[in-house]
């Protein structure tokens, strides 16, 4: 590979971290010459909401591209790099389960571009806030997008594969996990007329304290204390909602093992 700087951008995938990517890239002033999507329709208004040019077949994707960034789901990712033709720029996935190595025997140049956020359509993030994960199979592309991922944000860093997995577990947990007992918050909520809103302190104050003081001297509640009235009460309140319960009760098991409270306290 020849090139020394990325400018022309084609991105494939039409969703949400497909649509962050494209107003950061275009207001970092590079140009995304192409979308690629399958679906026409779908396809059509995403390129005309951010007035791009598209295609829906990967046989029609623009070959002169600097670099083609694929946005689509981890499932996706083989099948897309699969049916690609043969593309003289520098070829990357966002995702952050996926081995760098799934592009070998395919392409000579090719990276992993992974920023690390949830995405939600029409919701702000300021990509400069948002940690970005570079890999590559050579010197010449790392420093390729490296320079990309500086234009974009101030938090870069190069992981390999094996940590990045890692990372994307913690993710799943810190993010994905999180957000469901959100949700059954806000269910448990519903009986009692209370907002969900009445939380948002509670939960900005036990994020602020594990981040202050670490995950561990944060961890507070009836679990962490031996306070097994209190569970029981809880599990009483629980009864006719037994998925609750179960994951009330694997919870609670990890905080009590975790900090070794004795189950005869």
């Known amino acids: 590979m020849n090139k020394t700087i990325i400018r022309r951008i084609v991105i494939v995938g039409t969703g949400r971290l497909a649509g962050h990517l494209i107003v950061s890239l275009k207001k970092a002033g590079f140009t ?7 679906n026409h329709e779908k396809t059509q208004s995403f390129a ?7 295609v829906t077949s990967l046989d029609l994707i623009e070959r002169k591209a600097d670099l083609y ?21 520098v070829c990357v996935h966002s995702s952050g389960s996926i081995n760098l190595h799934v592009f070998e025997n395919k392409f000579t140049s090719f990276g992993v571009f992974y ?19 570079i890999e590559a199979n050579q010197p010449s592309v790392q420093k390729l997008l490296n320079s990309l991922a500086v234009s ?14 890692q990372l994307h577990l913690a993710a799943v947990f810190v993010s994905n996990f999180v957000n469901v007992l959100f949700s059954i918050g806000n269910d448990l909520l519903e009986t009692t007329k209370l907002p969900f809103e009445i939380l948002r302190p509670l939960i900005l104050e036990t994020v602020n304290k594990a981040f202050e003081s670490g995950p561990e001297k944060a961890q507070t509640g009836p679990a962490r204390r031996g306070d097994y009235k ?34 005869d306290e």
Request: proline share 5%.
């Open 32 to 38: 995304i010459v192409q979308v690629v999507g399958r």
């Open 69 to 89: 960034m694929l946005a689509v789901s981890d499932d996706a990712v083989v099948e897309v790099i699969e049916k690609l033709p043969e593309l003289n720029g």
């Open 152 to 165: 974009l944000s101030d938090m870069v860093y190069n992981v390999n594969s094996s940590d990045r997995r």
């Open 230 to 263: 209190t569970m029981q009460m809880h599990l009483g309140l629980l009864e006719n909602r037994p998925e609750f319960a179960n994951i009330y009760t694997l919870l609670s098991n990890s905080i009590i093992m975790k900090f070794n409270q004795p189950k």
């Open 48 to 54: 005309e909401k951010y007035e791009i040019d598209f």
């Open 115 to 133: 920023p690390l956020q949830t995405f939600t359509e029409d919701r702000f993030i300021d990509f400069r806030k948002i940690p970005i994960l």
